[in-house]
């Protein structure tokens, strides 16, 4: 026997019956022989951290503040981490797929724009300017990256179940109590990440904006510090520990009316005081200027895309993909950079 299958067999007598067990994933696209030592789950984790650029450049993508001035506030890569820490502890307690939650955790936002959702929003609006029936949106866009662009066009093969995983964990601003009553995921894993991506990002954004002094600890809904707690970690636990209680031994992932309830105010406060807000706003303004220059200026010159591309596609379609492929993949300081060395040549 091999480690793999020791490791496979463990799973059928420990995890949970509604896990997502490893020796009976759905396969990859393309056929590949078996590890001796890890199970399918545990490389496509592999995968994504060793193998995946995209992953990397995440450390240089937006999470709420662009180009902060501040050592500590948080990058998309931060906010990955800390999706992947709060999901596996949930997965762990409720007996599931620790290596599939993690896989799906660290590979959710690999698709993510320069400049965070304001760029998304951006490169969405500026790439159906130049192909109407197009779009973008950050999700789908890690399925293509994923499957397509990484790994010099091979993608990384990674398992159907991260997969759908990766591809579904958006929620843009709907609420918690909403998504718990939607149809159910293919996995609870794949559910335990979408939860902990909200439960992550609604408590490091506001620890980053009292950081930044954009808000007040004071200014913090009663109504949530009464249900969740006063601290940054207190909310965190809070909501941890009443997903695994509303959750245990059952084949579906919940919340507790009042957690849930208070999870969402703390979500709305947010969008209102801080996502919304006139500084945020002035930060996509500028956001726009940036993305929308670079993606005109390689629609327009031969000359620059010729950098990117050594064959420039005829069609102008296939052309507005590639051009949404590249500055999707942008960090904000390469997006900053590039803009600058094209319209601001005096700058430097």
Do not use: W
């Amino acid at each position: 026997m091999t480690i793999r299958e020791r490791i496979e067999e463990q799973e059928r007598q420990a995890l949970s019956p509604y896990a997502a067990l490893s020796a009976e994933s759905r396969g990859r696209e393309r056929e590949e022989s078996q590890c001796e030592v890890r199970t399918v789950y545990q490389r496509d984790r592999d995968r994504i951290i060793h193998q995946c650029k995209a992953f990397r450049r995440l450390a240089q993508k937006t999470q709420v503040f662009i180009s902060p001035r501040q050592d500590h506030i948080r990058t998309r890569l931060s906010h990955t981490l800390e999706v992947s820490q709060i999901a596996r502890t949930i997965a762990k307690a409720l007996r599931l797929n620790e290596s599939l939650t993690e896989a799906i955790a660290l590979g959710h936002d690999v698709g993510h724009t320069p400049f965070g959702h304001g760029g998304e929003a951006v490169i969405d609006a500026t790439y159906r300017k130049h192909d109407p029936e197009a779009g973008f949106q950050h999700a789908a866009h890690s399925l293509r990256l994923l499957t397509v662009l990484e790994n010099d066009g091979a993608g990384l093969n990674l398992c159907r179940e991260t997969l759908d995983g990766i591809a579904t964990h958006s929620k843009g601003s709907q609420n918690l109590s909403e998504l718990l009553q939607a149809e159910p995921m293919e996995t609870l894993e794949a559910m335990v990440v979408r939860l902990s991506d909200r439960i992550a990002y609604v408590n490091h954004d506001i620890d980053d904006c009292v950081r930044a002094r954009l808000i007040g600890a004071e200014h913090i809904p009663g109504e949530c510090v009464a249900v969740l707690g006063n601290r940054h970690s207190a909310r965190i636990g809070t909501m941890v520990r009443d997903v695994i209680e509303q959750s245990q031994d059952r084949p579906q992932i919940s919340m507790s009316e009042a957690v849930c309830q208070a999870t969402d105010l703390l979500k709305d406060f947010l969008y209102e005081m801080v996502y919304h807000s006139a500084p945020m706003r002035r930060e996509r303004e500028r956001v726009q200027v940036v993305v929308e220059s670079l993606f005109d200026m390689y629609m327009e010159s031969d000359e620059e895309l010729s950098d990117i591309a050594p064959v420039i596609p005829s069609d102008p379609r296939a052309r507005a993909r590639l051009v949404c492929d590249y500055i999707a993949g942008m960090t904000d300081r390469y997006a900053t950079e590039r803009y600058v060395a094209h319209f601001l040549p005096g700058a430097h």
